[in-house]
């Protein structure tokens, strides 16, 4: 049990963007309470269980839900957390846990491109953002430098100041890509929350090739990263502490936070400013769910938009062998990709994409295809060896537009806690399917240019998720079709803010992580502003005119 | 990508053997099968099951030596999965030895005869090349690093966890 069960600001969920946004708040001077649904992780652990998992491909198997807070599984077997009202699935993954669904991310740190905040203006598609991108700027530069991001300029998204570290050295197999696809396509290292030297006291990639599920070495930035800072700078945290109820005064303001501990036990939180960073699908689902005669709908929902305009990055590929040996599985998963597809006219027609390519380790999965193919005997390790030399795969990353019929909604069917689950709601429309389809032409082409053999394109009409949620607490000016304002504060409730993935209008084509953050940070800095010297560079950088 | 596994039974061939337990693999095997494992001949069988198991896996996996700590950690997961595991491998050995099915046809031999002895091979090529034993919910790891899958290609990667080299090592032409 906590001392205290109250604070000036209290935050629900200690994910990378909760965790961040109480971490600025702390250090301004702020009390601030962290409750958090899951128990707290350790990392030797995690890494054991992957080492010890008979499933290593499924990244999920070394973060088993707790009963009190569950989280969506779906290998060996779904555990029907995430209930799926179809037509579409929507397979989305995250973890309950102190930290978050970082534990096992990617640590792709993009910035949008400046256009993706105004699409409805340029192409007549989703909607507008209620800010630029030339107010994001420094707040994007204020995440990059917390998390230690590495990255090149030539990805498409402008930039005042330069990136924290250089780019992460590029892979052989990367190279290879990058030289043999050039001139037809430029391949460019990845933006990513992932040491190339040793930053604020971690330490550069040795290459282990498992970011996802875990980077034993914490040379990427995790968000137990960002739950320690927070608490060293004097935010207190309270595990297990599964917030079920969000509560109103009559005037609207947000009195209290209800949570239940594992036990069940009731427990009742007060607070003057409330933040909800729960993701992308539990945050709405506790605006639905805390519903009162004065707000039949749910808590921020007088537009009805809460839970609506379900986006994420479906993905389409194609798994090839190339021509020469390149051994994925050296360095980091995800180095490389192609960002010339992000933007254009063919917006108002089609969506665009990126081009990502894995370097993935190869080898588990040609030993599961060899033993499924039955090739047993001397051909067993001529085959593996080959293939895994050879095995490559392009995806693309699809921008999905904002369509209120896709949604988070509450199902009938409760969990262990008599907390409903939440009900996804999806499809994926033409205007990604036709994406979809372009890229099968650059998919080819890249395989001619590589030598390809062995072609295998994903199977017509599956999508791949790539769990980046948004659209769900959509930001916006208007309060009939919006959730939050520019800064996070809903538009029903001054004293609640939403952090997350979920408050972007659009998806773009981007991981959304960072887009959050800086979010997430700006959202703090709206809440308690900065000491004067801080504020003062932050001011000149959203001032500035960007290039 | 030779085997640097200390234990491995090739290395022991000349290591001082009981007598009274100088049964060797090579009474398992017909002339055959000893083809596609010379090096098996001379190794000790004491336990007939054992043996049996030993000269299977190694026509499965093609490998010209077995870990032999390793065979028997993954022969008790296997009996104990299994309950007719040890007759079954007996039944597979002699099947091979008599019809001198090429391994790499063995699957599709079985598969179009309906064998009960279908599912053999590939739970015991899951336990060593994965380091898998059973499947689905029931599946259980008994190895990831000496899984064969990670021996056979460890001149080149690391598994997946385990550190590759030093910053930037990965930017060199994978040296095979
Ligand atoms: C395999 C994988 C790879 C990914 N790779 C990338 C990538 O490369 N780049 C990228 O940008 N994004 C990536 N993502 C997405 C990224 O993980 C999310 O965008 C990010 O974690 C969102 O942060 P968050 O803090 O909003 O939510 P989360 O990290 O999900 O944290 C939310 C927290 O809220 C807590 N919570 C939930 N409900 C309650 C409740 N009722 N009461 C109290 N607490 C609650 C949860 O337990 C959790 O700790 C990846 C995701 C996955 C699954
Ligand atoms: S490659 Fe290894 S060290 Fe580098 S970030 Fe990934 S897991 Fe961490």
Redo the contacts between chains.
């Keep these: 049990m906590p001392a205290q069960l109250s604070a000036d600001i209290v935050v629900i969920g200690s994910g990378i963007v909760g965790a961040l946004a109480a971490r600025r708040l702390a250090q301004q001077g702020a009390s601030v309470l962290i409750l958090e649904a899951g128990p707290r992780l350790e990392s030797a652990r995690i ?1 054991a269980a ?7 491909g499924n990244w999920m198997a070394p973060y088993p839900p707790s009963p009190w807070a569950p989280h969506p599984i779906y290998v ?2 779904d555990n029907g957390y995430l209930k799926q009202a179809g037509p579409y699935p929507y397979p989305a993954e995250y973890i309950r846990a102190v930290g978050g669904t970082t534990w096992h991310w990617a640590a792709q740190a993009w910035r949008l491109v400046p256009n993706d905040v105004r699409i409805k203006s340029l192409y007549g598609v989703g909607v507008d953002w209620p800010l630029t991108y030339e107010e994001l700027d420094p707040w994007y530069q204020e995440a990059e430098e917390i998390l230690g991001v590495a990255g090149a300029d030539n990805t498409g998204s402008p930039r005042q100041h330069p990136f924290p570290m250089e780019p992460v ?4 197999s990367m ?1 290879r890509f990058r030289e043999r696809l050039a001139p037809a396509y430029p391949v460019v290292a990845n933006t990513v929350a992932r040491n ?2 040793g930053y604020d006291g971690r330490p ?7 970011c996802q599920p ?1 980077c ?2 914490n040379a990427q930035y995790l968000g137990i990263n960002a739950v320690e800072a927070a608490e060293a700078a004097g935010a207190k945290l309270v595990p297990n502490a599964v917030v079920y109820r969000i509560e109103h005064d009559a005037k609207g303001r947000i009195a209290a936070l209800h949570y239940y501990a594992p036990d069940k036990s009731e427990h009742r939180v007060t607070g003057k400013t409330f933040i909800l960073a729960a993701n992308g699908i539990e945050s709405p689902k506790l605006l639905l769910l805390s519903a009162s005669s004065k707000y039949p709908n749910g808590l921020a929902n007088s537009s009805g938009m809460v839970g609506r305009h379900l986006m994420d990055h479906p993905s389409t590929s194609l798994t090839f062998y190339a021509d020469e ?1 390149l ?1 994925l ?3 980091p998963q995800s180095p490389s990709s192609i960002n010339t597809l992000r933007d254009g006219a063919f917006r108002s027609q089609h969506a665009p994409y990126r081009l990502d390519f894995t370097n993935i ?1 190869q ?2 999965g ?3 295809d ?2 499924k ?9 001529k085959q ?2 080959w293939r ?2 050879r095995q490559v795969n392009v995806k693309n990353v699809l921008e999905v537009l904002p369509n209120p019929d896709n949604r988070i909604a509450l199902s009938a069917e409760k969990d262990a806690m008599g907390i409903p689950k939440p009900e996804a709601h999806y499809a994926i429309d033409d205007y990604t399917r036709r994406a979809a389809e372009v890229s099968k032409a650059d998919f080819a082409r890249i395989a001619e240019l590589m030598g390809g053999t062995g072609l295998r394109y994903s199977a017509e009409g599956q999508f791949a998720n790539n769990q980046h949620i948004t659209g769900t607490m959509s930001m916006g000016n208007d309060p009939a079709s919006s959730v939050v304002d520019a800064f996070g504060r809903t538009h029903d409730h001054e004293n609640l803010f939403v952090c997350s993935t979920g408050v972007m209008p659009t998806a773009a084509t981007m991981n959304s992580t960072l887009t959050a953050v800086a979010l997430a940070l700006r959202t703090a800095e709206h809440i308690l502003p900065a000491k004067q010297a801080r504020a003062a560079t932050a001011h000149a950088g959203r001032e500035a005119d960007l290039a | ?1 030779a085997t640097n596994l200390p234990g491995s039974i090739g290395t022991r061939c000349d290591s001082p053997v009981d007598p009274s337990r100088r049964r060797l693999l090579a009474g398992l095997l017909t002339a055959y099968t000893a083809s ?1 494992i010379p090096w098996a001949l001379a190794q000790p069988a004491p336990h007939a099951d054992r043996g049996a198991f030993t000269a299977l896996s190694a ?5 010209q030596a077995l870990d032999a700590a390793q065979a028997t950690r993954l022969y008790d997961a296997l009996a104990a999965a299994h309950p007719n595991f040890p007759a079954d491998v007996q039944a597979l050995l002699a099947l091979i030895n008599e019809r001198h099915i ?3 046809q ?3 031999v079985l ?1 179009g005869e309906h064998s009960p002895l279908a599912p053999l ?2 739970q015991i ?2 336990a060593w ?2 380091g ?3 499947s ?2 029931g ?3 008994v190895a ?2 000496t899984a064969l ?2 021996v ?2 460890a001149d ?19 040296n ?1």
């Design positions: 890494v992957f080492r010890n998992s008979p499933l290593k060996p077997k050295a590029e892979p052989w190279r190339s030297r550069a990639c040795v290459g282990n090739n498992s875990i034993p070495v040996e051994w599985g050296r360095g380790s080898v588990y040609v030993t599961n060899l033993i193919e039955g090739v047993y005997g001397a051909e067993f390790e593996l060896r895994a030399a | 990508m596609l026509i499965l996996v093609g490998r090429d391994p790499l063995l699957q599709g598969d091979p590939r090529v899951s090349c994965l898998v034993i059973g689905g919910e599946a259980r790891c990831y690093e899958n990670a056979i290609v080149v990667l690391k598994p997946p966890t385990y550190a590759y080299g030093s910053y930037g090592s990965w930017a060199a032409k994978p095979t």
